[in-house]
């Protein structure tokens, strides 16, 4: 019997990994017509990381390399955490859709199937804090409709975790006047960073 796309994934084990994540989200979305055909990227970094990052889905750059937030977009986001003192691979990166899209398919079916898998990914790395870029991720982590214009600037409260939703480093391609805002937002992540008992 087919799955549908409403049913909801198992719930998580308290001892899974973020391979047995993968794995059981690679075999429901097998099973799911709207899936079979789909290039697969998934998270890199480690669980215990400090910070997570949060996108939408990976995009056409990410294929070559099997890996998320490549390309322009990607060496946006690489500014952005290092204007903070961040680097990339001291980070969890992660979308929220796993598959390769360009955003048009990224329908409320899509949303509703990854979503869970995205919940069960923070709980097993548990970051200090989640960079949310854009209002998918964040909408879909903190279950509201408000646009990321109204929720950037101040930190959300995830599941006992710090959430700092911003903007997209590929909608500041479209748009670098909102990189102020960005880095009000990232200055903020840097001083709690700063501030929190190691």
Not at 1 to 18: C, G, K, R
Not at 43 to 66: K, L, Y
Not at 144 to 165: E, N, V, W
Request: glycine share 6%; aromatic share 8%.
């Amino acid at each position: 019997m087919q799955e549908s796309l409403f049913s909801d994934p198992p719930p998580a084990a308290p001892d899974e990994t973020l391979d047995d994540i993968n794995a059981e989200m690679v075999r429901r979305a097998m099973s799911l017509p709207q899936f079979k055909e789909r290039v697969f990227i998934f998270s890199e970094g480690q669980t215990g990381a400090r910070v997570a990052v949060v996108g939408e889905s990976p995009g056409a750059p990410d294929i070559d390399s099997g890996r998320p937030f490549m390309g322009p977009a990607g060496q946006m986001l690489e500014r952005i955490l290092a204007a903070i003192g961040l680097q990339r691979q001291a980070c969890y990166l992660t979308n929220v859709v796993k598959m390769i899209s360009s955003g048009d398919e990224i329908t409320p079916d899509v949303l509703s199937f990854f979503t869970p898998y995205l919940h069960r990914e923070m709980a097993v790395v548990r970051p200090r804090v989640i960079i949310s870029f854009g209002n998918t991720p964040t909408r879909a982590l903190l279950g509201t409709k408000r646009p990321i214009s109204q929720m950037r600037g101040a930190f959300q409260d995830y599941r006992g975790m710090k959430l700092m939703p911003t903007f997209n480093p590929a909608y500041l391609l479209r748009d670098p006047s909102k990189k102020r805002e960005v880095w009000e937002d990232m200055k903020q992540v840097r001083a709690y960073l700063t501030d929190a008992v190691p």
